[in-house]
């Protein structure tokens, strides 16, 4: 039986952005952003966490979201990617769902359908050495469900691991996205400026690392109208944990070339998803404290 064809590389882009507090405007220069990706022969274009609002205060957002039927980004966005044949990442909208806002990340495919969505499983609580205060559980419902998706260029398929922001700090659910296929990891974000300068880059390149994946994250970035400041820098990593793409703190696009041969090369040369095990603490009566097991997928 011949060999099977090494799977072709493609151009991804994130589009840094600036949001405000108006959606309007927002959505424009989303999908601006977008139609400047694809222009620049991009297939694949994520934007940032909270890409169709950034505002601090509650009663304003609740007044300004939609539900996700109704959401005007999320269908211009549908037929930007019917018109250019693209997949269309929205990192993140908040959506209504009854008394709550999601956060939640919208796939849309080539052919301008909804492929799937993840709503942010861990919220940010903190209490920053700034002063700077986060309280997303008052507001935002969390998500219980990991997601991976199929990405379809041309009759080529790679697979998407969803996650937005916060969750970067909880690696378990990237070995879990990796375990069970996912060659690219996502996390659109809107990182804090003093968080994002401390260790916005390093988790990036570890998540790489640990998994033998891409790892591609559009950010906000500068200071916004509602006063906080996002750290910006959005990313693109190899498997390897090389930076491929990184913007500075300004709206703008970035790419790179996605060559899927790197995550067999990386998982390769470093097979810890194979070499997973299990393991207890003293105490623990022998209770499984490891929340993965291997399941025998290196792809």
Known sequence: MPASSPRPSFVAACVQMRSTTDPAVNREAALAGIRQA???????????????????????????????????LIAAARELAREKRITIHLGSL????????????????AQGEIAATYDKIHLFDVDLPSGESWRESATYTGGHQAVTVPLVVGDVTYTLGLSICYDLRFPYLYRALAEVGA????????????????????????????????????AQGG?????????????????????????????????????????????????????????????????NVVPLQPRGKDA
């Open 38 to 72: 694809a222009a620049a022969g991009a297939v694949y274009v994520q934007t940032p966490e909270m890409t169709s609002l950034v505002v601090r205060d509650r009663k304003e957002l609740f007044a300004k979201v939609s539900d996700q039927v109704h959401d005007p």
């Open 183 to 218: 060659e690219i990891l996502t996390v659109p974000a809107c990182f804090t400026r003093q968080t994002g300068e401390a260790h916005w880059q390093v988790l990036q390149r570890a998540r790489a690392i640990e998994n033998g994946s891409f790892v591609i994250s559009a």
């Open 223 to 287: 200071l916004h109208e509602d006063g906080r400041q996002t750290w910006g820098h959005s990313i693109i990593v190899d498997p390897w944990g090389r930076v491929l793409a990184e913007a500075d703190a300004e709206p703008g696009v970035i790419l790179a070339t996605i060559d899927p041969a790197l995550v067999t090369q990386a998982r390769s040369q470093i097979p810890s998803l194979r070499h997973t095990r299990l393991f207890s603490l003293p105490g623990t009566e022998g209770d």
């Open 94 to 109: 908040p959506l209504q769902e009854n008394d709550r806002i999601a956060n939640r990340a919208i796939v849309i495919d």
